[in-house]
């Protein structure tokens, strides 16, 4: 049985969630369940980012105390993730105890080690975005990122030695040629790291608000060098090398899921620290692209922010989910459209697979009392159907989570345009054969698909598995599936199988002109 440790960042608690980090959990969440369909024992970790000067302000702004509203503001990204079917495994927050002493312990052991010294840090600082810029980050004197106003600020500070894992990051990006992902993105990095390493200063004594170095109590962790380390925490790592099952059984990480703007803190930082420690480095840092609204960064200042609350109450979870990866190619960058989603949904969910489904039963159940036949010669319609299973299985270790898609409307258009030139509905009572025939393609089809598109839509998929007449769960049986294909062995289903009648999948929208 394989093990696999998927992650996402885990979010600063300064404000409520966005479709942004629900794009990034998401994605999480489809790959978590395709690797459990397909037996792969998996880990799926997220979580939120609660200590640095930001979230302090937050807090003071509401009258409650940092604890108080980075609980109250993590309780809100959990209930969007129970809202949007997330089916994570762990969910770490950093003012966790488990983090909290962990981190105070692998400190101690850097400073030990030598990794970890004190010097005197000044910069210019975001204090937006936590992070300290040279003058030549900055651009019109501005914070890089976000774009705000920074401040100098000197102070005393420990630093970590990053400058010592230059060449080894180089030889690491060279022989792990699936660590830097997409590969489009993986330039961006090397060059950085080749254009010289420095250290990095990962203690504060300005900011109140982070876990406190024990050796130096003036000093609270850099809220980056704390966060990243949650991917550890989380599995139960310790410093004094006892036994941690969770993590001697899903380290090091198969995925750590990102936005590209904190591309290289995963990228080099991470590595960086890992190596330090002498942990295992993870397999691989995806680096996604940003959702824009009509070309704009998403902010509260520009009342732009998309409520992923709304849009599931409005079309749906599951709707919402597809759109998201339909829309887009998992990687690159999209400007979302609400206008968009309707017309995804109009098109390719209730006049496609939901039309399939309605029309193929509806036929059945009218003129075969809704008992599927029994099989008679090859399904055409599925002959490919391991290599389509193949292409979905490289898909996903591609990460091209729209290429999976691809492959499933590929299917849908096919097997409706199937079903309006053999048009059933015109054989007379004579032609009942074939018409079962015909039938028992397109049913085939469905719960081929009910399959594929488990991890996207699982309530969908659940629902269009139980109108087949299927008894088991699809979570269950699935991997059944996966594994019949894959061997070229036929869809099947059990004698006297009977579909359900039902509502349509999806109730198309009508939208006012
Ligand atoms: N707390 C840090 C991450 C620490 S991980 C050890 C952080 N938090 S965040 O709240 O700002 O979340 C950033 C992440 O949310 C992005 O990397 C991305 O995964 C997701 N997104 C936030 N806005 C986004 C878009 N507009 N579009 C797509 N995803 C983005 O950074």
């Keep these: 049985m394989k093990n696999f440790f998927i ?57 409650e105390s940092p604890l108080e509203y980075a609980s109250r503001i993590s309780g809100e990204f959990k209930r969007l993730w129970t809202v949007l079917n997330i089916s994570n495994d762990d969910y770490i927050r950093t003012t966790d105890k488990r983090h909290e002493t962990v981190v105070q312990d692998i400190f101690e052991k850097l400073k030990k080690s030598g990794d970890i010294y004190k010097g005197v840090y000044e910069d210019w600082y975001c204090l937006n975005d936590e992070t300290y810029y040279s003058d ?21 500070s420990y ?42 200063s990962v203690s504060r004594t300005r900011v109140k608000w982070g876990i406190p170095v024990p050796s130096d109590p003036a000093h609270t962790v850099y809220v980056w060098f704390d966060a990243l380390l949650n991917y550890i925490t989380a599995l139960g790592y310790k410093t ?6 969770l993590f001697e059984t899903f380290w090091p990480c198969d995925v750590h899921l990102v ?29 996604h692209g940003w959702w824009t609204v009509d070309g704009t960064k998403m902010s509260k200042s520009l009342g732009n922010v998309v409520d992923p609350h709304k849009m599931a109450a409005a ?50 159940l009218k003129q075969l009392e809704g008992i599927i036949p029994p099989k008679k010669g090859p399904t055409n319609l ?32 096919k097997t409706n345009k199937y079903i309006d030139d053999e048009a059933p ?62 061997k070229g062995n036929p869809i099947s289903f059990k004698t006297g199988q009977t579909v359900l009648k039902g509502d349509p999948l999806f109730m198309r929208i009508v939208t006012k002109k």
């Excluded at 004579?430 to 699982?458: N, T, W």
């Design 315 to 364: 079309y749906g979870v599951d709707a919402f989910r597809y759109f998201l990866f339909r829309e887009v190619p998992f990687g690159a960058d999209g400007d979302f459209s609400e206008k968009s989603l309707q017309t995804r949904f109009n098109a390719e969910l209730a006049n496609n697979l939901g039309n399939l489904l309605q029309r193929t039963t509806t036929i059945l």
């Design 259 to 287: 936005g590209k703007e904190i591309f290289r803190f995963h990228a080099v930082i991470w590595p960086a620290m890992l190596m330090a420690l002498k942990i295992q480095t993870p397999k691989r840092i995806f680096a």
């Design 382 to 413: 599925l002959e490919k159907a391991p290599v389509i299973l193949e292409r979905v299985n490289s898909d996903y270790s591609e990460l091209s989570l729209g290429g999976v898609l691809d492959e499933v409307y590929g299917l849908m258009i």
């Design 425 to 486: 509905w015109k054989l007379g009572p004579d032609g009942k054969e074939k018409l079962g025939a015909i039938l028992y393609e397109c049913l085939s089809v469905l719960k081929f698909l009910a399959v594929l598109l488990q991890p996207f839509m699982p309530e969908k998929s659940a629902e269009l598995w139980r109108r087949l007449g299927e008894t088991d769960s699809i979570t269950q049986a699935g991997g059944g599936i996966l594994e019949a294909i894959k």
């Design 240 to 245: 004094d090398g006892k036994s941690a099952p």
């Design 159 to 200: 630093f970590f030695k990053l400058s010592r894992y230059e060449k080894p990051l180089l030889e690491f990006y060279e022989n792990n040629p699936g660590f830097l992902f997409p590969k489009n993105r993986a330039s961006e990095i090397i060059n950085f790291v080749k254009s010289g390493l420095q250290d990095l």
């Design 136 to 156: 030549a980050d900055l651009v019109n004197g501005n914070c890089p990122a976000c774009g705000r106003a920074v401040q100098k600020l000197k102070e005393d």
């Design 7 to 63: 992650t996402t960042p885990i979010y600063y608690v300064n404000d409520l969630p966005h479709i942004g980090h629900a794009y990034t959990t998401i994605a999480a969440d489809i790959i978590s369940r395709w690797k459990r369909l397909s037996g792969e024992t998996v880990f799926f970790l997220t979580g939120t980012d609660e200590h640095g000067s930001k979230i302090m302000e937050a807090a003071e702004k509401t009258g």
